[in-house]
């Protein structure tokens, strides 16, 4: 997969997670996964359509899922992924990624993103894609992962 379908990805991250206050964000590695993701505790998937379709499957442990949506809510504590957690990690979900397809727009590359659906627990989601390239980030010294599955390639 070419690089350019990778970095708008992690560009968005590191432009929005600074707009809700969380400052501490590490790129990790770079690595190639199969189509099985396996939950750290959260998993969001946004499906991708358009110039280039797929799937990106954004994944977190649920410590960093109530820590992301505490601050984005202000700082209001959170005990739990309750329904209102849920909602601000799917929101966050869909900010990285109509960031991302700004960025996409920018190139030339038109794309348009589905609903975001969060799972949590112990499980494993089936990428739309043999191979998936996982960008792993630290947030706040928590793991977030972003596992990009495309399949297609128009542009």
Avoid: H, R, W
């Avoid at 202000?74 to 700004?102: C, F, H, K, R, Y």
């Avoid at 894609?129 to 010294?141: G, H």
Wanted: hydrophobic share 45%; charged share 20%.
């Amino acid at each position: 997969m070419d690089v350019k379908y990778i970095n708008p990805f992690f560009a968005s991250l590191t432009n929005i997670m600074p707009q809700l206050g969380i400052q501490n964000i590490k790129k990790g590695k770079l690595s190639v996964k199969s189509k099985f993701i396996k939950s750290q505790g959260v998993l969001i998937n946004v499906g991708v359509v358009g110039d280039i379709k797929g799937n990106i499957i954004y994944g977190t442990t649920v410590e960093c899922a109530k820590k992301i949506a505490s601050s984005m809510m202000m700082g209001m504590p959170v005990e739990e992924l309750d329904e209102m957690a849920q909602s601000a990690i799917s929101e966050l979900t869909n900010m990285l990624t109509a960031n991302a397809s700004t960025v996409f727009s920018e190139e030339g590359i038109s794309i348009d993103i589905s609903t975001p659906t969060l799972m949590y627990g112990d499980f494993t989601a089936t990428a739309s894609t043999a191979k998936v390239i996982c960008v792993e980030m630290l947030i706040e010294d928590l793991p977030f992962e972003i596992n990009i599955a495309i399949d297609k390639v128009l542009a």
